[in-house]
């Protein structure tokens, strides 16, 4: 098929394009360089520097069959010092986008949402009934996203997936996370282990949680990609599933350093600081819609398999 990926030159985005192209599509991507690398995109497809803002100039006579959206500023603390940002970027950016893709006749988008539209979950395995209550920008920005899907759907022939990630990590063949600066748990406790950083500070380990540090569900980049893959498969005019991605495990943060230490051959020396703001304690979801919506099944639910292919890639990288 013809499609259109934004954000294609970003982390996961290069992974999903890759996965694209492996599958045959003939793909556009959309990005403005804003945080993604022109390095990333993956040979094979096509590459247009730009806003979604002005995604009708690019998709105009273009030919798209779909749209994979997954352009968005997606930081948690920057969302809270410019949330301005967050509704430019995330809400009328995706609107604009939508606007175009209607006004030109292409009906069709898989569009990544976060786990941090359900704020701070009193459930201890969250689903897609579980009550959204974001309690970020960020978060906020995504939900009124997906409702606006709904709107849309509803309304007629459009047809949407919002793909709702949980703590996406791992690499594959050579694209990475490539994050500066980085913020990330796993890519920042392997800048500890390269001698980048002195050490990892845990942000609080009074959660009540068996170790006392945060948990939370990561899910390979790679099974990330292939969801999208199906997700093509999975849309229906007059339709908007949402479907959480995760492996409907948990690995507190200890656990993860642990994996970091033992994938690596390093100390990885920690520090206990605060609880960082607005970090929920614990955050898994069910997979059981993903299975049975998208026929996906996580292939590397092993955190030390992610760990690995990320060590993997920074060491190519010399990054
Ligand atoms: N953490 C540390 N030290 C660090 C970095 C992270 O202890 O230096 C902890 C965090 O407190 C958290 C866990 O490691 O408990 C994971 O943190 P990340 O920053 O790697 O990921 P987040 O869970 O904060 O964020 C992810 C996505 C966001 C999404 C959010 C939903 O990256 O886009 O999940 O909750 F919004």
Partial sequence: MRLLVTGG???????????????????TVLDD??????????????F??????????????????????????????????????YEENNVLGTARLCNAMQTLGVNKIIVSSTAAVYGVPDV?????????APVNPYGSSKLTI?????????????????????????????????HRPETHLIPTALEVAMGQRASLTIFGDDF???????????????????????????LEIGQHDIVNLGNGSGFSVQGV??????????????????????DPGVLVTSNERARAHLGWIPEHPDVTTMVDDAWRFVQERGA
Avoid: W
């Avoid at 409702?147 to 990475?176: H, K, M």
């Fill in 48 to 85: 247009i520097q730009g806003r979604i803002h002005d995604a009708a100039l690019v998709i105009e006579g273009a030919g798209f069959e779909v749209v994979v959206h997954l352009a968005a500023s997606s930081l948690v603390g920057e969302s809270v010092e410019h949330p301005a940002k």
């Fill in 146 to 178: 997906d409702n606006d899907l709904a709107l849309r759907t509803q309304a007629g022939e459009f047809a949407a997936i919002s793909l709702r990630y949980f703590n996406v990590a791992g690499a594959y063949g050579s694209f990475g996370e490539r």
């Fill in 9 to 27: 030159a970003g982390y996961i985005g290069s992974v999903v394009v890759a996965r694209l192209l492996e599958e045959g599509h003939d793909v």
């Fill in 33 to 46: 360089l804003s945080k993604g690398h022109r390095d990333a995109v993956p040979a094979g497809a096509r």
């Fill in 257 to 278: 350093v642990e994996a970091v230490r033992n994938v690596t051959g390093h100390s990885v020396p920690t520090e206990i600081g605060p609880r960082r703001a607005g």
């Fill in 208 to 234: 009540p949680t068996p170790d006392g540090t945060c948990v939370r569900d990561y899910i390979h980049v790679l099974d990330i990609a292939n969801a999208h893959v199906l997700a093509m498969a999975a």
């Fill in 124 to 132: 201890a395995i969250i689903t897609e009934e579980t009550e959204t």
